[in-house]
């Protein structure tokens, strides 16, 4: 649920279980030990142990049995929950998705600690976490990269130093990478996108709403620039700022950014150039190490237009002034505590968290954004064991079988609409815990005693890796995450679902636990993914992985009518004061959050091979599926987090994808008594009945 890209504005094409930085909103945990003082959100700092519900997978001392499940299911599986639980200081929200991963982050310190000063995993962490030499430094290690900036004569130069810091520190008005070729997904293209801005969305630039975090972000501008020595650092902060608000102005709306008919805009360098006039496209490529193109996928193509003749009728002065601050926003959390601390009293504006995480956790962030699979070998070797392989193979085989007859039993789809369907899901590739093959990072020079330069040398090989794809094969058995991440993603034009091991453990996945908790948990993150290849926007994506439409008219305008009534509901959620859901965005994400959870749920079902689920502590079966679904999902947020997701995040917030899509199915209505009068009652009728 959380976007993987390659490029620019992928949204639409690669999906992903979650939201957010590090981790998103979309998975279940809870020590099995704690039961009281959930203070943490999850076990201690230092327990390995697996996280776990109760005895058979589901906290029934969650619950809030006073509410009745039709007029708050999330409050009636979690309600509990939320009494007991505070957020940590140091995080945006607390729940499942926040305890898995705060267990993954122990066993991956685990095993960072044990590595050698002399290994590239030991000596990068060994770097981020020699706490007095990095101080000591200052900002001596910027201040060359901010004397290039300086230093830059005119615009075409500027160009050419924006392609650089693709693969380094800076920004760039425009950006990308390789990704598969809309018409032959067998190649990799470039896919090239909007850039240019500070904030998370145009919209904090543009809305009243985001006023508090608009002047956090300028305030931090000027810091910035007093810091890198610049004699007006508040004149230097306005022009910043103001250059980035008219950028805003001309970009699209995020909505737009997941629309897979609207990014698609194949142009050839020379086109491009004709298309964009005003930045020198000749400059910004070879900047970037790309030779002419005679095929790029330009996705906000508009906005690449009007950001072009901005940045030409922008003084040189002022786009210095906004590239020297991005330098130093992006080298900041690798310099001394000041720069540190600055940052943090910015971002901590958009999350509301009020305390900065550890820093062995962000030295972990570091290793596993530079060395991902390396890590991840020895992790998977450690913590993902074949029978755990074995079992999520098989969920996933049912999972498919359940989704097929969902498709065959249809109602409203043509034959030769359910035959193109049943094609795309029987080519679907599934990898699950860890690639077949692992990454090659001989190539990296680590240094323990020079953080900076490790983080440089980091991304300008990150970027190389990526940029050798451009004009090969579509290699499908590539990953875009790492085996650790707590996350799961749907390849878009590669048609395949991706599992890592990081999501495979309790609650979300456990192999000694009923058999309902599992398909409502991970089984609805498989039903999730698969669906993602059919919703609003994977629907025009063939068994190929080209972006075709393969539907009748008529099938096509009873899914958009579907869609629509589905998309209504979601408009009503009011996430947060003020911050309602935003249909249009979130669309591919709430069909397949529906459409998971009924897949998982036939699945269910089909396990029980025609026999009736045991009763479990007075719960049916169909009562627990629901209940681990809604557990897996348990998330209490901040304000201003929540504010952020709803503004820039195709997600929406966990209390919406517990509660959008159990009013919807008519299991969920049957398992808890759900009748007329109930809050989110809603008439069979009206009902969005998609998949």
Excluded: C
């Amino acid at each position: 649920m959380k976007t993987v890209f390659m490029g620019a504005a992928t949204a639409a094409l690669a999906v992903s279980l979650i939201a957010g930085p590090a981790i998103a909103r979309e998975m279940p945990a809870r020590a099995a030990t704690m039961t009281d003082g959930d203070k943490a959100g999850g076990a201690d700092d230092t327990s390995l142990k697996a996280l776990t519900f109760g005895n058979w997978g589901v906290d029934l001392t969650a619950r809030d049995e006073t509410v009745k499940p039709g007029d708050d299911f999330d409050k009636y599986a979690n309600g509990g929950w939320f009494a007991r639980t505070e957020i940590p200081a140091d995080q945006p929200s607390a729940g499942v998705d926040y305890d898995v991963y705060n267990l993954t982050q122990r066993q991956l310190r685990q095993l960072v600690t044990s590595a050698p000063a002399t290994s590239q995993v030991g000596g990068l962490y060994q770097s981020f976490m020699d706490e007095k030499r990095v101080d000591a430094l200052g900002s001596k290690p910027l201040m060359a990269d901010i004397a290039a900036v300086a230093a830059i004569k005119d615009k075409s130069a500027m160009a050419r130093f924006m392609g650089t810091t693709q693969g380094t520190f800076g920004a760039t008005i425009v950006g990308g990478g390789p990704y598969a070729d809309t018409d032959d997904p067998t190649t990799n293209v470039l896919w090239l996108g909007q850039g240019g801005l500070g904030l998370p969305d145009r919209e904090y630039y543009l809305t009243d709403s985001f006023k508090p975090q608009l002047g956090a972000y300028r305030a931090y501008i000027a810091r910035t620039m007093k810091m890198v020595g610049n004699a007006d650092p508040d004149k230097a902060a306005d022009a910043i700022l103001a250059f980035e608000t008219e950028i805003a102005k001309v970009s699209w709306a995020i909505a737009d950014r997941r629309d897979v008919g609207k990014i698609n805009n194949p142009m050839s360098s020379a086109e491009l150039a004709a298309y964009a006039p005003g930045l020198d496209w000749t400059a910004w490529f070879a900047g970037a190490g790309l030779a002419p193109q005679k095929r790029i996928i330009v996705n906000e193509n508009t906005a690449i237009r009007d950001i072009a003749v901005l940045y030409a009728k922008t003084l040189l002065d002022t786009i210095k002034l906004w590239q020297q601050f991005h330098v130093a926003d992006n080298a900041a959390i690798y310099l001394s505590k000041d720069w540190v601390d600055s940052r943090f009293e910015y971002t901590k504006a958009l999350s509301g968290v009020g305390e900065l995480r550890p820093r062995w956790k962000r030295g972990l962030t570091l290793v596993d954004g530079s060395l991902g699979e390396l890590v991840g070998e020895t992790y998977s070797q450690q913590y993902f064991p074949a029978s755990a392989k074995a079992k999520m193979e098989t969920l996933v085989g049912n999972l498919k079988l359940a989704m097929g007859d969902r498709i065959r039993n249809n109602s409203w789809m043509a034959p030769a609409t359910k035959d193109a369907a049943l094609a795309k899901l029987d080519k679907m590739d599934v990898m699950v815990g860890y690639p077949d093959k692992w990454r090659d990072y001989s190539g990296l020079k680590i240094d323990p005693a020079d953080l900076y330069g490790n983080v440089k040398r980091s991304a300008a090989f990150e970027y190389a890796y990526g940029l050798s794809d451009l004009g090969k094969p579509v290699d499908r058995k590539k990953w875009s995450m790492n085996p650790q991440e707590v996350n799961a993603y749907n390849g878009g034009l590669e048609n395949k679902i991706v599992f890592p091991a990081g999501i495979l453990q309790a609650p979300y996945f456990a192999e000694n636990v009923d058999d309902a908790v599992n398909y409502g948990a991970i089984g609805a993150v498989i039903g999730h993914e698969i669906t993602h290849g059919f919703d609003d926007q994977g629907r025009k994506i063939d068994a190929s992985g080209a972006v075709r439409d393969w539907w009748t008219p008529e099938d096509a305008a009873r899914f958009e009518a579907q869609a629509k009534a589905f998309g209504a509901q979601y408009a009503t959620y009011e996430a947060a004061p003020g911050a309602f859901v935003n249909p249009d965005l979130t669309m591919g994400e709430n069909i397949a959050d529906l459409a998971g959870l009924e897949v998982a749920y036939d699945a269910y079902h089909r396990s029980l091979g025609g026999k009736d689920a045991p009763v479990i502590d007075g719960l049916t079966g169909d009562q627990r599926f629901f209940l681990a679904f809604a557990q897996a999902w348990r998330d209490k947020a901040r304000e201003d987090a929540i504010k952020q997701q709803v503004a820039s995040d195709p997600h929406s917030p966990a209390r919406w994808r517990v509660i959008g899509p159990v009013r919807n199915v008519d299991a969920w209505y049957k398992a808890f008594n759900v009748d007329v009068g109930a809050k989110y009652y809603l008439k069979p009728e009206a009902r969005t009945r998609i998949w």
